[in-house]
């Protein structure tokens, strides 16, 4: 595999992306610019694909550009046809690094599981040079959480001496994971997940294929506020088995078995995984669901509605726990879906 396909593997589709929400972020971030004190680093954080990368990216757009890119003095907006900032769209930028897990260069292709000593290692020396066409440098690591430990030491050295007009972006999913010390030399950004009608805003954006909008409300409500994970939800077919899986609940504490053995022979085999995957986490924010709208009854509720809660609860528990061992020991995935709905049809039976 060429060096060139790998960096196109390996680049974020922050480039495509609308940057959409995070208002508050968005401000923080201009005032800094603005007031000439911009951090050398920032901690941006929060769960996956809610922005994390698409906001860094603009961050680092208006650091490189700099000069007349900016289309508001409020926001970090800048004109996408300014020439350095359709530079960094390109990836072709000479003061900007993207650090992430790198591929494997020998077949099988794959990412590596953690970002490694040598990959901070190469970046902290970019850092140390002469900027090449702008008055910045810029370093991003995504996602910084993936580092291993000596990666981290390494990465803490940069962060105690940083080169003066260095902008060095973390992000994180899971920041606990990172070292004390890295945490405590990074101003903080946490996001937190878009609201319904922003995710069905990118949505739109975004997805070849038009989806209705009660289509992407549910696809941005399965999501959590990710519009991310909204996207690869609706690629992966996630609203065909969201119908699918809604079509089986409904007949509970029945089971339509010769619907619910169609659906199952749908995951056999390498290509049926990802579906599998996907079943599970909808099956998952329904459960969860559920649960929460029982427990919002609060105290007023009845004896046995409580009693009612606790019979869903412990089914999500032990549905969690049949999914988790299935991972672990390699089950037929067929007969955990058999065994699955065989314990929402006893919870059913006992509500």
């Not at 970046?123 to 090449?132: C, V």
């Not at 659906?263 to 079943?279: C, H, L, N, Q």
Request: net charge negative.
């Amino acid at each position: 595999m060429s060096d060139e396909l790998i960096e196109r593997i390996e680049r974020p589709r922050h480039e495509l992306t609308p940057l959409v929400g995070h208002p508050e972020a968005r401000q923080t971030f201009a005032q800094a610019w603005q007031s000439g004190r911009m951090p050398h680093a920032w901690l941006i954080s929060g769960p996956a694909g809610i922005g994390k990368a698409t906001l860094a990216w603009r961050l680092a757009r208006l650091a490189l550009a700099e000069s007349g890119a900016q289309t508001g003095a409020d926001d970090i907006e800048t004109d996408p046809d300014h020439p350095e900032v359709r530079r960094v769209i390109a990836g072709g930028h000479p003061d900007c690094r993207l650090i992430r897990r790198s591929m494997t260069k020998r077949s099988p292709y794959r990412f590596r599981t953690e970002i490694s000593v040598e990959d901070i290692r190469d970046a902290s020396s970019f850092l140390h040079h002469t900027a090449a066409i702008s008055e910045w440098r810029c370093m991003i690591v995504d996602a910084a959480d993936e580092m291993n430990t000596n990666a981290q030491n390494a990465l803490l050295k940069v962060l105690e001496e940083p080169p003066p007009r260095t902008l060095i972006l973390l992000m994180a999913h899971a920041p606990s994971r990172l070292l004390p010390t890295i945490r405590s030399r990074c101003r903080a950004m946490a996001l937190q997940p878009l609201s319904q009608v922003e995710v069905s805003q990118v949505l739109s954006q975004q997805m070849e294929s038009e989806l209705t909008a009660d289509e992407m409300a549910i696809i941005a409500d399965i999501s959590g506020g990710s519009p991310g994970r909204a996207i690869d939800l609706a690629q992966a077919g996630g609203l065909e088995l969201y119908q699918e899986l809604t079509q089986l609940v409904e007949t509970l504490p029945n089971v339509d078995t010769e619907r619910l053995h169609a659906t199952s022979d749908k995951f056999a085999g390498a290509a049926g995984e990802a579906g599998y995957r996907t079943f599970f986490e909808i099956l998952n924010w329904c459960l969860l669901r559920r649960i929460r709208n029982d427990a919002t009854s609060g105290q007023n509720a009845t004896a046995a509605a409580r009693g009612g809660l606790e019979t869903w609860l412990k089914a999500w528990e032990n549905i969690s726990e049949l999914t988790s061992r299935a991972d672990s020991v390699n089950l037929d995935r067929k007969q955990v879906v058999l065994n699955t709905f065989f314990e929402l049809s006893t919870a059913a039976q006992k509500t």
